[in-house]
C-alpha cells in the first residue's frame, strides 16, 4: 500500500522559507504526477502545485514566482520550495499522488507578520 509523508513545516516570519517534502513508501513518483495542495481553516483544499512524470510543472497564480516543486526519483520524494512567505500561505499542506489517489497527512506552515 503506498504511503505518502510530508515533512517540513514549521513556523516562519513574513518573508522567509521553507522547504516541504513528500516522501513515498516505494517507487511513485517517478510514474505518477503530483500535486501540492493546501486547506486553510475555514476554507477548502486548494490546488497549489503540480508535477508531471514528465516534470512538467505548474502553479497557482497566487504562488508564481515564489513556490517551486520538484522532484528526486532517487529518494521518491517530491518537494516544495516555498520563498518570500505571506501570512495568507498559512495552511495544513498535503500532497496526493495521482496515479494512486492516495493523500499524505499533511504539515502545518504558519506565517507570521
Known amino acids: 500500500q503506498v504511503q505518502l509523508v510530508e515533512s517540513g513545516g514549521g513556523l516562519v516570519q513574513a518573508g522567509g522559507s521553507l522547504r516541504l517534502s513528500c516522501e513515498a513508501s516505494g517507487r511513485v513518483f517517478s510514474g505518477s504526477a503530483t500535486g501540492w495542495y493546501r486547506q486553510a481553516p475555514g476554507k477548502q483544499r486548494e490546488l497549489v502545485a503540480t508535477i508531471t512524470s514528465g516534470g512538467t510543472t505548474n502553479y497557482v497564480d497566487s504562488v508564481k514566482g515564489r513556490f517551486t516543486i520538484s522532484r528526486d526519483n532517487a529518494k521518491d520524494t517530491v518537494y516544495l520550495q516555498m520563498n518570500s512567505l505571506k501570512p495568507e500561505d498559512t495552511a495544513v499542506y498535503y500532497c496526493?499522488?495521482?496515479?494512486?489517489?492516495?493523500w499524505g497527512q499533511g504539515t502545518q506552515v504558519t506565517v507570521s507578520s
Open positions: 496526493r499522488a495521482y496515479a494512486y489517489g492516495v
